[in-house]
Structures are given as structure tokens and as C-alpha cells.
């Protein structure tokens, strides 16, 4: 057991640190894969819970709710290296350079994202279409602090 511990333990820091070695436009292409794949998940939820409850279909709003929580849980942090902010990945980064002044803060939105989502996840697995409904609103609050915080708006 201590060994399959330990080999996870390694496995999660070597696989961090291959990632923070990344070249930073590759960190931005990475963060930004994530959040397009997290927001395309969410906005199957919202056409279904928030839009148009009609088509609601609980397996796929599951589904979509354990994606987002699974970008939430996946260690983006580590895709936030020193000069990603100028980086271009798929197109150029929208990161203010305030976020790298404020790494406290920015580790409090990553924080709520994570919890937020983690939620939705559980919350989706009960069907509950209004419980679902306040708790999306609840994962769309922590990204539009972030963005608000540390997003150069278009």
C-alpha cells in the first residue's frame, strides 16, 4: 500500500513538473484546451438545466458536471508559469499580469472553482434540476470573478 502511495506521489510531481518545464506558449495552449473543453461542457448544462429544462437529461448533464469538475481537479495551476501571461497558445493569452502580483487571491478563485465544481459533480447525480440549476450559477459565479480578476476582457 505505502508503495503504491509513494509511486502516485511521484507520478503526480514528476507529471507537475514536466508540465511547469513547458515552453509557456505551450502552458497557454494547454490552460486554454482545458478551460474551451470545461466551458463546451458547461454550456450542455446550462442549454439543458438553465434554457431549456425540457430536453433535461440527467446522463448527460452527469456527465458533463464530472468533466468541468475533472478540469477544476486536473492541476491547471501548473499551467500558469512565469511569462504565460504574453505567451500566445492557441490564440494569445488574456492573462493579466496582476494575476502573478496576486498569488493569493489567485489561488482563492482556483480554490472556489475547485470546490464549486466538485459540488456540481455531486449535486448533477441527484437529478434535482433546480438544485443543479443554483449550483451551475454558483460555478458560473467563480469564473466570472476570475475573469474579472485576472482576464484582459476582449
Same mark, same amino acid.
Given at each position: 500500500?505505502?508503495? @503504491?502511495?509513494?509511486?502516485? %506521489?511521484?507520478?503526480?510531481?514528476? #507529471? ?26 458547461? #454550456? ?17 448533464? &452527469?456527465?458533463?458536471?464530472?468533466? &468541468?469538475?475533472? %478540469?477544476?481537479? #486536473? ?52 437529478? $434535482?434540476?433546480?438544485?443543479? @440549476? ?13 475573469? $474579472? #480578476? ?5
Amino acid at each position: 500500500m505505502k508503495f @503504491k502511495l509513494a509511486l502516485a %506521489v511521484f507520478v503526480a510531481a514528476a #507529471s507537475t513538473a514536466a508540465i511547469a518545464g513547458q515552453a509557456e506558449d505551450q502552458q497557454v495552449k494547454f490552460r486554454q484546451s482545458a478551460y474551451s473543453f470545461a466551458a463546451w461542457n458547461c #454550456s450542455k448544462i446550462k442549454s439543458q438545466v438553465v434554457e431549456h429544462p425540457e430536453t433535461y437529461n440527467k446522463e448527460q448533464v &452527469v456527465a458533463a458536471a464530472n468533466s &468541468v469538475a475533472a %478540469v477544476a481537479n #486536473s492541476g491547471l495551476g501548473a499551467l500558469y508559469g512565469p511569462g504565460t501571461d504574453q505567451a500566445t497558445g492557441w490564440k494569445k493569452s488574456r492573462l493579466k499580469p496582476e494575476f502573478f502580483d496576486k498569488p493569493e487571491d489567485a489561488k482563492k478563485a482556483a480554490v472556489a472553482f475547485n470546490k464549486e465544481a466538485n459540488e456540481l459533480a455531486k449535486v448533477a447525480a441527484t437529478g $434535482d434540476v433546480g438544485a443543479i @440549476k443554483t449550483q451551475f450559477g454558483k460555478v458560473g459565479e467563480t469564473c466570472k470573478s476570475c475573469h $474579472d #480578476s485576472f482576464r484582459i476582457r476582449d
